[in-house]
């Protein structure tokens, strides 16, 4: 327990002068009696009164600051880690509201996951500590109320990027006038939008351009195809535990894409880390995708590799991973255990390639982990090319809102 260390004298001397005053008469005759107890040492006094309890004020605990942010976190990508982490740095406590499905139709067009599937992906966050589903794409004055009160949230945050309600007022308004709002800087080259964009692009070099080709979709196919990314080792250490395995640690290993990066990642992530104590994650890269499913990978290795960093199982991650687990690597990075899910979208027959898990095999170190979900990258993909039309259409409306806030941007410090 915790005391203040000025004034509680004088608190004494004023609170408690009968007390006191008997104490001090005391310690002056036992002061006055040492030479005829025969030298019975006696505590000094700051030391014998804080023990007594009567004097002293406990520190008040410092107050937790608990700090909300919301979204639709479609298409969960490392943008939206990202704003997260710098959500969770202004505050000791971050809560996430998660939009519901009907009002992110109402506002910005049909959403590509489900509300089980973005719940699992945010609460799969590092940086997360609690989730509100189905929040309001707007934050009205009841929610807000809702927040404050029920919740203890202290702020709120979002993006330096306009959230526009359909009508073209702020959704986040009534915060602001509240003084409870706060801003975080826009994590640039990626969007929920450019990555439908580029899933479209795909779909457009896959088939005829023809059936589905138009001015809009030949833009939006042109500007999509590039990432605007633009990795630095900050932004990776930010993403980073920054800690070592322990030198007895059970070391568990496994290895893929993670492209698009989703639900099913994180269930099988959360199974691999329950088999030891350090779970290392080993990251393809572009090419080594390509060769192995036969198209490129839609997010690039260092946007993987964030997507993988963000998530809360993994402690490390080995960015541009060998396609075979050698002896060398097993023994570089002290693997214990090998895991691999039964879901997977490479293709063995394009390559001809041996196993590339047959050492760990040798070894007695390969399990196989039963994927907890079926979903991969190609039906995510999948589910907006079967929706061709209404998400060209939606990202049409979001493409121009997204050039005009480019064009209007300014530097907004902030990491």
């Known amino acids: 327990?915790?005391?203040?260390?000025?004034?509680?004298?004088?608190?004494?001397?004023?609170?408690?002068?009968?007390?006191?005053?008997?104490?001090?008469?005391?310690?002056?005759?036992?002061?006055?009696?040492?030479?005829?107890f025969g030298g019975i040492s006696v505590p000094q006094l700051p030391y014998l009164w804080p023990d007594s309890g009567i004097f002293h004020k406990k520190k008040s605990e410092k107050k937790r600051i608990r700090v909300y942010m919301d979204g639709c976190f479609d298409l969960m990508h490392y943008g939206h880690a990202n704003a997260l982490r710098q959500a969770k740095a202004l505050g000791d406590e971050l809560v996430v509201g998660v939009v519901?499905?009907?009002?992110?139709?109402?506002?910005?067009?049909?959403?590509?996951?489900?509300?089980?599937?973005r719940l699992a992906l945010v609460s799969g966050l590092k940086?997360?500590?609690?989730?509100?589903?189905?929040?309001?794409?707007?934050?009205?004055?009841?929610?807000?109320n809702k927040l404050f009160n029920e919740h203890?949230?202290?702020?709120?945050?979002?993006?330096?990027?306009?959230c526009l309600?359909?009508?073209?007022t702020d959704a986040y308004a009534l915060a602001k006038k509240a003084g409870r709002y706060k801003q975080i800087k826009r994590t640039e080259g990626v969007s929920s939008t450019d990555i439908?964009?580029?899933?479209?692009?795909?779909?457009?070099?896959?088939?005829?351009?023809?059936?589905?080709?138009?001015?809009?979709?030949?833009?939006?196919?042109?500007?999509?195809?590039?990432?605007?990314?633009?990795?630095?080792?900050r932004r990776i250490v930010q993403f980073s535990n920054g800690k070592a395995p322990g030198p007895n640690a059970r070391i568990v290993y496994i290895d893929g894409a993670f492209d698009l990066f989703h639900a099913g990642h994180v269930e099988i992530l959360k199974n691999a880390r329950q088999l030891g104590d350090f779970l290392l994650v080993g990251i393809h890269n572009d090419y080594t995708v390509s060769e192995h499913?036969?198209?490129?990978?839609?997010?690039?290795?260092?946007?993987?590799?964030?997507?993988?960093?963000?998530?809360?199982?993994?402690?490390?991650?080995?960015?541009?991973?060998?396609?075979?687990?050698?002896?060398?690597m097993i023994t570089t990075f002290n693997i214990s255990l090998v895991v691999h899910g039964t879901v997977s979208e490479y293709?063995?027959?394009?390559?001809?390639?041996?196993?590339?898990?047959?050492?760990?095999k040798s070894m007695g170190i390969f399990q196989v982990l039963e994927s907890p979900k079926d979903i991969t990258t190609t039906s995510v993909a999948q589910r907006i090319i079967a929706n061709h039309d209404a998400y060209l259409k939606r990202n049409a409306r979001k493409t121009a809102s997204e050039k005009k806030y480019y064009e209007q941007k300014k530097y907004v410090s902030g990491d």
Not at 152 to 162: A, E, L, S, V
Not at 347 to 360: A, C, M
Request: hydrophobic share 35%; with cysteine; proline share 6%.
């Open 165 to 168: 309600l359909p009508d073209g």
């Open 1 to 36: 327990m915790e005391y203040e260390t000025n004034n509680w004298i004088w608190d004494g001397v004023y609170n408690h002068p009968h007390v006191f005053g008997g104490l001090m008469l005391t310690a002056a005759l036992l002061g006055l009696s040492t030479s005829y």
């Open 293 to 328: 499913r036969g198209k490129h990978p839609i997010m690039h290795l260092h946007e993987r590799s964030l997507g993988v960093l963000g998530c809360r199982y993994v402690d490390e991650v080995i960015i541009g991973a060998p396609w075979e687990i050698t002896m060398d």
């Open 100 to 117: 519901s499905d009907e009002e992110i139709i109402a506002n910005k067009g049909p959403p590509v996951l489900s509300m089980e599937e």
């Open 196 to 233: 439908v964009g580029r899933i479209l692009s795909s779909l457009k070099e896959t088939t005829d351009t023809s059936s589905h080709g138009d001015a809009c979709e030949e833009s939006q196919s042109k500007s999509a195809q590039l990432s605007q990314f633009l990795p630095t080792s």
């Open 152 to 162: 203890k949230i202290d702020y709120i945050i979002h993006g330096d990027d306009p």
């Open 127 to 144: 940086w997360v500590d609690q989730v509100i589903a189905n929040a309001p794409y707007e934050i009205t004055e009841q929610f807000m």
């Open 347 to 360: 293709n063995s027959s394009l390559t001809g390639e041996s196993d590339p898990y047959s050492i760990p």
